[in-house]
T-cell receptor, first 116, second 112 residues
Framework: DVKVTQSSRYLVKRTGEKVFLECVQD?????MFWYRQDPGLGLRLIYF???????EKGDIPEGYSVSREKKERFSLILESASTNQTSMYLC???????????????FGDGTRLSIL | DQQVKQNSPSLSVQEGRISILNCDYT??????FLWYKKYPAEGPTFLIS?????DKNEDGRFTVFLNKSAKHLSLHIVPSQPGDSAVYFC???????????FGTGTSLTVIP
């Protein structure tokens, strides 16, 4: 079974802090994704990557950056946290063959991030 | 603008009956559709998928139907069980696109 592990289940940070969310997958998947889930808005894609050191913006990249130095690890960075970034953050991975199409994504259990 | 819509935020069904969850999309380029199930405090788990060359795909108690002309897909669960109580998300992707678009989810409650 694919295992996608997010480093924290719950995180509380202060406005203006730089925040790192880490995600590791153990199935040698090429593609990795970061989403945020908000009530009434579903899952919205922040960034994705389909190779080491490469990244592409999703629908809502503003205020975020990502890093993929190793195939198994994909980090989401909040450069200067703000209260509107309080959310559930979900990491996912999938096999390659392009940007994840025709391959289901496997999700981690999420990080609930609160910015005070 | 939401390209994938789930217009029913919640649904309650008696155990043993059929659950029908609906999803509409606006982008005619979408050609691959998935359903995910999400329990509280867990990430979504993949349930079933369908590509646009088919109009039906079955996996045990779960069947997904695709109506391309109406831009509509539905998930049927027969028979429904209490363990099916969860939030269900539909998602869609396009061949020329590079991401999945998710609906807002439908919370299903199966009453014993």
């Amino acid at each position: 079974d694919v295992k996608v592990t997010q480093s924290s289940r719950y995180l509380v940070k202060r406005t203006g802090e730089k925040v790192f969310l880490e995600c590791v997958q153990d199935m040698d998947h090429e593609n990795m994704f970061w989403y945020r889930q908000d009530p009434g808005l579903g899952l919205r894609l922040i960034y994705f990557s389909y190779d080491v050191k490469m990244k592409e913006k999703g629908d809502i990249p503003e205020g975020y950056s990502v890093s993929r130095e190793k195939k198994e690890r994909f980090s989401l960075i909040l450069e200067s946290a703000s209260t509107n970034q309080t959310s559930m953050y979900l990491c996912a991975s999938s096999l390659g063959g392009g940007p994840g199409r025709y391959q289901p994504q496997h999700f981690g259990d999420g990080t609930r991030l609160s910015i005070l | 603008d939401q390209q994938v819509k789930q217009n029913s935020p919640s649904l309650s069904v008696q155990e043993g009956r059929i659950s029908i969850l609906n999803c509409d999309y606006t982008n005619s380029m979408f050609d691959y559709f998935l359903w995910y199930k999400k329990y509280p405090a867990e990430g979504p788990t993949f349930l079933i998928s369908i590509s646009s060359i088919k109009d039906k795909n079955e996996d045990g108690r779960f069947t997904v139907f695709l109506n391309k002309s109406a831009k509509h897909l539905s998930l049927h669960i027969v028979p429904s069980q209490p363990g099916d109580s969860a939030v269900y998300f539909c998602a869609a992707s396009a061949w020329l696109g590079n991401q999945f678009y998710f609906g807002t989810g439908t919370s299903l409650t199966v009453i014993p």
